[in-house]
């Protein structure tokens, strides 16, 4: 596969272990969707209270977001709380913080009780600024932290960091992790119940109960959660219209020498998220950051941002791994957790993390799991899946709608008559040929690769990834490597080619 990235979790695995694919029809209580963080936290907490339920991963376990994630456990999502507070009031922020922090807690205990070896390490978490017009967004956010009554924070005129930095903001007692260690460790605890190569291709109603098909075998069960980052579902869930997905990079760079001891993030965009980790020995800094919304068109190469960066903070570094993903990004900032229809009832969903998903797994996989055992929990109404807010007050929704119809109706009508001869080498292209529409990559070398350039989700125009050679949905997010092959949901077929 062309598509070149590669996570560095990866590498810290000795052995990985393999789960059966689904191969007779189940019955069960709770069916789970999907094995990466959330799911497998979800299947762990059901484990614990003795509820009997299966998980179905379509490839691997953990082998999708989570692994390309730079796992900070921390509370501290952005400025997020200023926001919450504007909103939804103080009592939301206050609930937000409160499960956030819960989660880093809950984690820490199941590392500690399950003796999971993660390199789980505490740390304090810090946002910086590298503008003064900051500053301002900065005292906001701690005046509201303030009035929450937290009392795990601290503002600061300067950092340890090796670059310019006027202000910052700081949670104490955060955490990291190795996250495909956890996972897996999760994982191995309710080996069991896990199914993987298992596509989810359906959810059918069965009367008060559902059925789940996967291309060869069924689950009978009575309720489902989805934990498939995007929702395999798109109807009466909706969340496709109150979501995008968003790309960030990541540069693991060897710096040889110690490196400072939080892990930050700044105020203002581009990102720039800094974490250390050791890696074979060696003292790895990850820099991430320099997002964009997936599905526009890159022109740019993403990572020289972050690597212009790092170059500044240690001369001497060498870069040694890149790799983007994509996560979730509701247009409220708020994670959908929970219900995921009224007409669905008993099927949930978790999605919408914001890229913070380390944390929010745990919340979601405590919630759902209250859901399922009908307990009552304090933080659900701030998740509520279902919520229609964000519909009625963002910019971001007439964004989202308006790329929609441009790659639904409107670019498809600018598709130009051309020949591949035309389009110069190391290039993607969309071009009409004998009137069908096709995409066409041609390498360095001169071979060509063609796709059927339509998204196997809603069917929208896709756009050339010039950095990553890869085909990108501007409509909900889902990527396609060169050879038509699936890399991100909610997609979930392959585009045709033509080879
Ligand atoms: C670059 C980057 C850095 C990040 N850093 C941080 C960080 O520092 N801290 C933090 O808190 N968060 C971070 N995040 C966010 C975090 O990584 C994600 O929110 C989290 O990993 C999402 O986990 P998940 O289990 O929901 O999704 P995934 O890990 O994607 O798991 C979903 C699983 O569902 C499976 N699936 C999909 N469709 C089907 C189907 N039809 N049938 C069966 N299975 C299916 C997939 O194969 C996949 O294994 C970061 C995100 C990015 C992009
Ligand atoms: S991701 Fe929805 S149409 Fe492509």
Request: hydrophobic share 35%; proline share 3%.
């Amino acid at each position: 596969m062309m598509y070149n990235f590669e996570s560095i979790w990866d590498d810290t695995i000795q052995k990985t272990p393999k789960y059966n694919k689904l191969n007779k029809d189940i019955n069960t209580y709770v069916c789970i969707i999907g094995g990466g963080i959330t799911g497998i936290s979800t299947g762990y907490m059901l484990h614990k209270n003795n509820v009997d339920f299966v998980l179905l991963e379509k490839n691997k376990v953990c082998n999708n977001t989570t692994k390309f994630s730079t796992a900070k456990i921390t509370s501290q999502h952005g400025l997020i709380y200023s926001d919450i507070a504007k909103k939804y009031g103080l009592k939301y922020a206050k609930l937000y913080l409160e499960a956030n922090n819960e989660a880093i807690s809950n984690i820490k205990e199941i590392v500690q009780k399950e003796n999971i070896d993660c390199d789980f390490t505490e740390q304090d978490s810090y946002i910086f600024t590298q503008k003064m017009q900051y500053k301002e967004n900065i005292n906001n956010e701690a005046q509201i932290l303030a009035k929450l009554g937290f009392n795990g924070f601290e503002v600061l005129n300067s950092t340890e960091l090796p670059i310019n930095t006027s202000y910052a903001i700081k949670f104490k007692n955060q955490a990291k992790f190795n996250p495909k260690k956890y996972t897996l460790s999760l994982a191995n605890l309710i080996k069991d119940k896990m199914y993987e190569d298992s596509n989810v291709i359906n959810i059918e109603k069965n009367g008060k109960s559902y059925i789940v098909h996967t291309p060869k075998y069924k689950v009978y069960c009575k309720k489902i959660v989805i934990a498939t980052h995007f929702p395999i579902k798109d109807i009466p869930g909706f969340h496709f219209i109150k979501m995008y997905q968003e790309t960030s990079n990541v540069v693991a760079i060897d710096i040889k020498d110690n490196t400072f001891n939080g892990m930050y993030i700044n105020a203002e965009t581009p990102t720039i998220s800094l974490r250390s980790m050791i890696y074979k020995d060696h003292n790895i800094l990850l820099v991430g950051g320099n997002e964009f919304k997936t599905g526009d068109l890159i022109q740019e190469n993403k990572y020289s941002f972050l690597e212009k960066l790092a170059y500044q903070m240690y001369p001497d570094c060498k870069i040694i791994k890149r790799w983007n993903t994509q996560d979730c990004m509701t247009l409220d900032k708020i994670p959908y957790i929970g219900n995921f229809s009224k007409f669905y009832p008993n099927v949930y969903v978790a999605t919408g993390f914001n890229k913070w998903g380390m944390t929010t797994s745990n919340v979601a996989a405590n919630i759902i799991k209250d859901k399922i055992l009908e307990n009552k929990n304090k933080y659900e109404k701030v998740f509520n899946a279902t919520r229609l807010h964000p519909i009625r007050n963002s910019k971001e929704l007439y964004y989202n709608m308006n790329q929609t119809i441009q790659s639904e109706i409107i670019n498809k009508l600018k598709i130009k008559k051309d020949t591949i001869d035309n389009i110069p080498i190391n290039t993607g292209k969309i071009i009409k040929e004998n009137n069908i529409a096709i995409g066409v990559y041609k390498d360095e070398k001169g071979n060509i690769y063609k796709v059927h350039p339509y998204c196997s989700h809603l069917k929208c125009l896709l756009t050339f990834n010039s950095q990553d050679k890869t085909w990108d949905c501007p409509c909900h997010g889902s990527r396609f490597d060169i050879y038509g092959y699936i890399i991100n949901n909610p997609a979930n077929e392959d585009i045709k080619t033509y080879f």
